[in-house]
């Protein structure tokens, strides 16, 4: 077999692997859609998470969920009304996010590959409500 035809094998290979990786990740975000409570838009007990949110929970990214590219759009829901939604990443700064469409989404970029958490907090009927740490990991 020549060098060629060893390399050919090879890219087609790794292209396979990245396309079923592309596949299962479409596949986690359709079922995170099915199954959403449409009163309040807040998911309970995803099967990946099994977290419970109070008043507010982070839809995206899942729990240990790895990000593949360089922006990345949180989204965040609450089951209550809220004034404002911010997020934290590694205990950094917290952030405004923006709301449209009945979520709260928080755009972010510029960031490099490594382990990440990341913590929301709305105001719910005038309290501060924060929900728990995150893990995600990034790989770019």
């Not at 309040?40 to 507010?56: F, H, S």
């Amino acid at each position: 077999m020549t060098t060629a035809t060893k390399t050919r094998k090879t890219l087609t290979k790794n292209v396979a692997t990245k396309v079923r990786k592309v596949n299962s990740r479409v596949k986690t975000l359709a079922a995170g859609l099915v199954g959403r409570n449409k009163k309040n838009n807040c998911k309970t007990n995803y099967k990946n998470n099994n977290e419970t949110c109070k008043y507010i929970c982070i839809d995206y990214p899942q729990n240990n969920e790895t990000v593949y590219c360089g922006h990345y759009c949180f989204r965040l829901g609450s089951r209550k009304p809220c004034s404002a939604m911010q997020v934290s990443i590694n205990g950094g700064e917290w952030q405004n996010c923006r709301q449209a469409n009945g979520y709260w989404w928080y755009d972010w970029w510029n960031f490099n590959t490594g382990n990440f958490y990341i913590e929301a907090k709305a105001y719910v009927d005038g309290k501060e409500e924060q929900t728990a740490k995150r893990k995600f990991k990034v790989t770019l």
